[in-house]
């Protein structure tokens, strides 16, 4: 992990809690996020964070894996962050380890939400040379799908995977709406440099070779 990594960053018209509520409950989290289908918190670590298990499903097979993460809101002037580090054994995974945060930045009527995160490649380097990609695209996708729910109040589910090719609809959910790389910075870049001091006190994953 280095100078591979995925940044996304949108701005959403919407009050700071919103946006924490809809982003750290798990079952609000995976209505708008395309790359899970399942979250479920699991146990505490005992320094704050919190364990749990993640599941996506794809059309022949259901990957799982597992993480921990935690929360921050004693941010500089009201803002807030959230760590995470994941895993999964499985072969067909994309992903083999990977970590990474959240940011919310509050701004005029709003709020900044960013996130950066990288990982080790669960199918070799030549292959997540289409993968990452790909994976940067869904974050950016599901970023604007969120933003909609915040502002609209327009439930994920009106808005599935599919209508990327809803042409006519312009108001769908786009990843270009997103900003993918920093103010002055680069799209290929190390965005773990300006994670929160939290992601390094966090545990491994169980699942992490």
């Known amino acids: ?28 989290h995976v209505r708008w996020d395309v790359r ?12 704050g964070a919190t364990r ?26 009201g803002s807030r962050t ?11 995974s ?11 930045v509050p701004a005029g009527d709003g709020v900044c939400f960013v996130t950066g995160y990288d990982y080790v490649p669960g199918w070799g380097r030549l292959l997540d040379r289409v993968a990452r990609p790909a994976l940067g695209w869904a974050t950016a996708w599901s970023f604007d799908r969120l933003r909609i729910w915040a502002e ?17 609809r312009p ?11 920093p103010a002055r910075g680069r799209r290929r870049d ?3 440099r300006d994670a929160p001091a939290t992601l390094v006190s966090l545990p491994a994953p169980r699942s992490a070779p």
Request: hydrophobic residues 35%.
């Open 171 to 181: 108001e769908r959910p786009r990843a270009g709406r997103c900003r993918r790389a």
């Open 190 to 192: 190390d965005h773990l």
């Open 1 to 28: 992990m280095g100078a591979r990594g995925i940044y996304v960053e949108v701005r959403i018209a919407a009050p700071l809690d919103t946006v924490w509520s809809l982003t750290q409950d798990p079952e609000q």
């Open 52 to 77: 749990f298990t993640y599941t996506r499903r794809l059309p022949l097979r259901t990957v799982a894996g597992d993480g921990v993460s935690i929360g921050d809101t004693s941010g500089r002037e």
């Open 152 to 168: 609209r109040g327009e439930p994920p589910e009106r808005w599935p995977l599919r209508s990327v090719l809803w042409l006519w």
């Open 94 to 104: 994309p992903i083999r380890s990977g970590r990474g945060y959240w940011r919310y």
């Open 36 to 47: 899970f289908s399942r979250i479920v918190p699991t146990e505490p670590t005992g320094t």
């Open 82 to 92: 959230s760590a995470l580090r994941f895993a999964t054994s499985d072969p067909l």
